[in-house]
């Protein structure tokens, strides 16, 4: 049986992340305070210095917002085209009997 991986929250990733930027301690000694691999912290620490500046944007969306209602969007544009092509197989003779199960 495999040995399952520690799960960590985002609240201790950035703790740790912000142990490791403040530079006071080095990755090894981070790594045995906090039980984590000296890899994890570094990305960690990346990862919080690449998204730091999405804390401050302005307005109230969340930056994951658009992303998702682009998402939304193209699928219902996927769904009318769908339909559209449905409607349009389904005034045919031949696929009509398909459609309903006939042959």
């Known amino acids: 049986m495999g040995v399952k991986r520690k799960q960590h929250s985002a609240e201790f990733k950035a703790r740790v992340a912000m142990a490791a930027l403040s530079g006071e301690k080095t990755l090894a000694e981070l790594s045995s305070e906090f039980g984590v691999h000296p890899t994890m912290i570094s990305t960690w620490?990346?990862?919080?210095?690449?998204?730091?500046?999405?804390?401050?944007?302005?307005?109230?969306?969340?930056?994951?917002?658009?992303?998702?209602?682009?998402?939304?969007?193209?699928?219902?544009?996927?769904?009318?085209?769908?339909?559209?092509?449905?409607?349009?197989?389904?005034?045919?003779?031949?696929?009509?009997?398909?459609?309903?199960?006939?042959?």
Do not use: C, M, Y
């Open 45 to 103: 620490k990346q990862e919080l210095a690449k998204r730091a500046s999405e804390l401050f944007a302005r307005g109230n969306k969340a930056p994951a917002g658009g992303d998702t209602q682009k998402v939304i969007d193209d699928l219902h544009r996927k769904i009318g085209q769908l339909q559209v092509e449905r409607d349009f197989l389904a005034g045919q003779p031949a696929i009509s009997r398909l459609l309903r199960g006939g042959r």
